[in-house]
């Protein structure tokens, strides 16, 4: 059971370059997320999913796209890469639990340079 | 201000110390999360509360919905447990999933 798995862990980007941002989760969870973690800030929401073929945007989405084509897979795509976009992005599953609370999962993040 | 707020912001204590982390949150919320980030490394869930206290080895949550604080305490601290620990909350009636979070506090402890 691998939990969520993130991939890369590290990239650097030239402004104007795109790539995406592959997160993988095998528990089944509906619900995905991805957030940025930056100096002196808590984790803010870019986009999530509620389920395949749902998504919305969070807090800060622009510049970001994301798809969810099946429940495993959230890649999170930037078109167009910032200096602005430089942070660490972490993904998230989630699922309730019988209690009616959330029990949340992280992958281990992707540190991302854009130059 | 923000929704979630933790104290101290930072924290440096001698190896054995006990230690206490704080949460305090404005929204009504379903649960709260307690996490930890080492440095360069993901987050792993230590701890979700939604009412009383919770103990895992030297970690205690404990929380108090009426005035919406939470402490994490750390007995007999040793070196590996420095670390950043995020509060994070999930709002009552939210989506899913979506949580608010504190901007963490980094613990340092010294041998």
């Known amino acids: 059971n691998a939990g969520v798995t993130q991939t890369p862990k590290f990239q650097v980007l030239k402004t104007g370059q795109s790539m995406t941002l592959q997160c993988a989760q095998d528990m089944n969870h509906e619900y995905m997320s991805w957030y940025r973690q930056d100096p002196g800030m808590g984790l803010r929401l870019i986009h999530y999913?509620?389920?395949?073929?749902?998504?919305d945007q969070g807090e800060v989405p622009n510049g970001y796209n994301v798809s969810r084509s099946t429940t495993e897979d959230f890649p999170l795509r930037l078109l167009s890469a910032a200096p602005s976009q430089t942070s660490v992005y972490f993904c998230?599953?989630?699922?309730?639990?019988?209690?009616?609370?959330?029990?949340?999962?992280f992958g281990q993040g992707t540190r991302l340079t854009v130059v | 201000k923000n929704e979630v707020e933790q104290s101290p912001q930072n924290l440096t204590a001698q190896e054995g110390e006990f230690i206490t982390i704080n949460c305090s949150y404005s929204?009504?919320?379903?649960?709260l999360h307690w996490l930890q980030q080492h440095p360069g490394g993901g987050i792993v869930s230590l701890f979700m509360l939604s009412s009383g206290k919770k103990k895992h080895g030297r970690l205690i949550a404990t929380i108090n919905i009426q005035e919406k604080h939470s402490s994490l305490h750390i007995t007999a601290s040793h070196p590996r447990d420095s670390a950043v620990y995020i509060c994070a909350v999930a709002p009552y009636g939210g989506s899913q999933g979506n949580l608010i979070f504190g901007k963490g506090t980094k613990l340092s402890v010294k041998p």
């Open positions: 998230a599953s989630s699922r309730r639990t019988g209690t009616g609370n959330t029990e949340a999962f």
């Open positions: 929204v009504g919320i379903s649960a």
């Open positions: 999913s509620v389920g395949a073929g749902i998504t």
